[in-house]
């Protein structure tokens, strides 16, 4: 029964150290189970079983934590887990839109409610209103450019 209950013990505080360090890390009580878990195995070793035993399993668990710790922080295990993509996409500014200027009229091509999307010319724009909802093929009129928005009226 003693080898039962340390065999027990030493896996399971190995298989937390080792969830800890490559699949859940950072959450750290994991590794404190893990880790609470060995020392029991290892100082129960040394007290039912002898101290050349005790020593066998304090060096194999040494051995097998450097070993689990060091493949766990490595770039290519850490490379798996980090985001490493970089976003390159962008949000048009109206502010700088060719075509779009105050006075400009254009066509609701959806209900302007009070947002919604504007054809003008041979450009599709997202536009507001001031609140007031338009339906759809309603004739707009450009009011002017604020803060990354473009302002429409009923024509």
Not at 11 to 27: D, H, K, N, S, W
């Amino acid at each position: 029964m003693d080898w039962f209950l340390i065999v027990v013990l030493l896996v399971f505080g190995a298989a937390f150290l080792v969830a800890e360090v490559l699949l859940i890390p950072g959450t750290t009580i994991v590794g404190l189970a893990g880790f609470i878990l060995l020392t029991v195995g290892i100082w129960l070793s040394y007290r039912d079983l002898g101290s050349t035993t005790g020593h066998i399993i304090l060096g194999a668990s040494l051995v097998l934590t450097v070993v689990v710790v060091w493949y766990g922080l490595r770039p290519q295990s850490v490379n798996k887990f980090a985001l490493t993509e970089r976003n390159t996409a962008r949000v048009d500014d109206v502010r700088r839109a060719v075509g779009v200027e105050p006075g400009q009229v254009g066509r609701a091509l959806s209900a302007m409610r009070p947002a919604g999307t504007v054809l003008f010319g041979d450009e599709l724009r997202e536009a507001t209103t001031r609140g007031e909802f338009l339906a759809a093929g309603a004739a707009v009129r450009v009011l002017g450019i604020e803060q990354n928005r473009i302002v429409v009226a009923s024509a």
